[in-house]
């Protein structure tokens, strides 16, 4: 191809081209708060198994307002992931055939939400 | 004849990680991040007792490590992809021994301390 | 065709590689009608304004896949693809990214070229059917398996879409995974096994991210997105059972 100089423009910026991409992009950032939550629920548990008074301490933390903040932050992230994850979900999956109907992209989103809300309910149900 | 690729593994734990957390996260950070600091929960219901035994039983524990390791890797396998994303094309291998290792890392803490727990 | 008196500002992507170090962009007033597309207002610009511009274009209806262009930053066909919705505003045409320019608006696709004939894109036997034993038959249900991935018209409006593509050319890419979907789930296809390595390699299935762009720009609804997505199930159970198969692996 350098026989007929072809020009190949540079990919630097690309997520800025196009909204899309900048989306796709908040999404793959979800990744990195719900790693974080998950780092702090480690941390929840290491203060949990050293006994009353550190776990005490972890309960402190979650009461302040860095904290409440920042779950905010999480919270944001965590649903933009769910609803983000049953969206694209349908790609993945093999169609599903019944009778001569194949099952439809919005009825495994919309399962997909429902369970959620499900699932969500029983664990506050649980906890509460 | 190209080299098959080993992603099967970990897209495998992103997947399932990105299911648990899908499900189970938004409410698990309702709960740590405002019902419980406003007040909005039973007495004791994130209490050392309560938590300790809950941590501390089979069902509990397993449970807590599902959630807890499997977003670890999901967490470890999209941002390893993402750090392509931006451009990151030397060193992967380097970056993917920081991404998965880590995972690695936080899933046996994780195992230990509810095995702490559980003692 | 200025009957309406309309007209649209098209700023164009230039590059003439024999005086060009870069590309650059050049600004045509060009007059439209209700039905002007943004092929027919490049073919005014070569035919009024400047003969010099170079782009491809063949059947205008959507169905050669020749004309695909970036339009105001996402991939179209401009034959398919109409002025008077970004009138009054100004129209940006540039050619396919994620592919080298060759001159002005046409791009260099023979990577895609030598990509579709590596995934053997027709129908492989074991054995040939004879002339003499009939045509192949499919019910409905057979034919729903792969038809919508077999309406590809290699357009590739997928591959500008896909940054995957953008970041690494030696990922396959959507329209080749749409196109090696097409002949795996073909019940008269049994070469599912030679394609297979394609589809487990690093730059197989597993450079796509799932952006998903590629299937929202697709003309013809064929959801690469579903192809690659899908494969990357098949990929799996065929990495963790091969050891079961009596074959061995299927690579």
Known sequence: MSARNTYVRPMRGWYRRNPRFMAYLLREGTSVFVALYALLLVWGLTALAGGAASYE????????????LLHLVILAAAVYHTITWFQVAPKATPPLVLGTKSLPDSAIIGGGYAAAVVVSLVILVIAW | ??????????????????????????????????????????????????????????????????????????????????????GVHRGLGVWKMVCYGAAFVGTLWTAGALVAIAI | MSESGREIEIEVLRYHPERDKEPRYQTYLVPFAHDTSVLQGLQYIKDHLDGTLTFRWSCRMAICGSCGKMVNGEPKLSCHTFL????????????????PIVRDLAVDQSDFLQKLEAIKPYIIRDEEK??????????????????????????????????????????????????????????????????????????????????????????????????????????????????????????
């Open chain 2, 1 to 86: 004849m190209s080299k098959r690729s080993h992603e099967p593994i970990f897209w495998s734990l992103f997947g399932a990680g990105g299911v648990v957390a899908a499900l189970v996260l938004p409410a698990l950070v309702l709960i740590t991040g405002l019902a419980w600091p406003l007040g909005l929960m039973s007495d004791g219901a994130l209490g050392y007792e309560r938590m300790s035994s809950v941590a501390g039983s089979l069902l509990g524990g397993l449970v807590l490590f599902g959630v807890i390791a499997l977003t670890f890797w999901h967490a470890a396998h999209r941002i390893f992809h993402s750090l392509h994303d931006f």
């Open chain 3, 84 to 99: 008077r919705d970004y009138h009054p505003g100004k129209l940006r045409v540039e050619p396919l990214w994620h592919f």
């Open chain 1, 57 to 68: 301490r972890w309960l402190a933390f979650l009461a302040s307002p860095v904290s409440v």
């Open chain 3, 130 to 251: 004879p002339v003499s034993e009939g045509v192949y038959r499919q019910t409905p249900a057979q034919l729903a398996r792969y038809q919508q991935f077999s309406q590809c018209i290699n357009c590739l409006l997928c591959y500008a879409a896909c940054p995957q593509y953008g970041l690494n050319s030696d990922f396959q890419g959507p329209g080749i995974m749409a196109l090696l979907h097409r002949y795996n789930s073909d019940s008269r296809d049994q070469g599912k096994a030679e394609r297979m390595p394609i589809v487990n390699a690093e730059e197989g299935v597993w450079s796509c991210t799932l952006v998903g762009y590629c299937s929202e720009v697709c003309p013809k609804h064929v959801d690469p997105a579903a192809a690659v997505n899908r494969n990357k199930v098949n990929s799996t159970m065929d990495y963790f059972l091969r050891f079961l198969s009596p074959r061995g692996a299927n690579s």
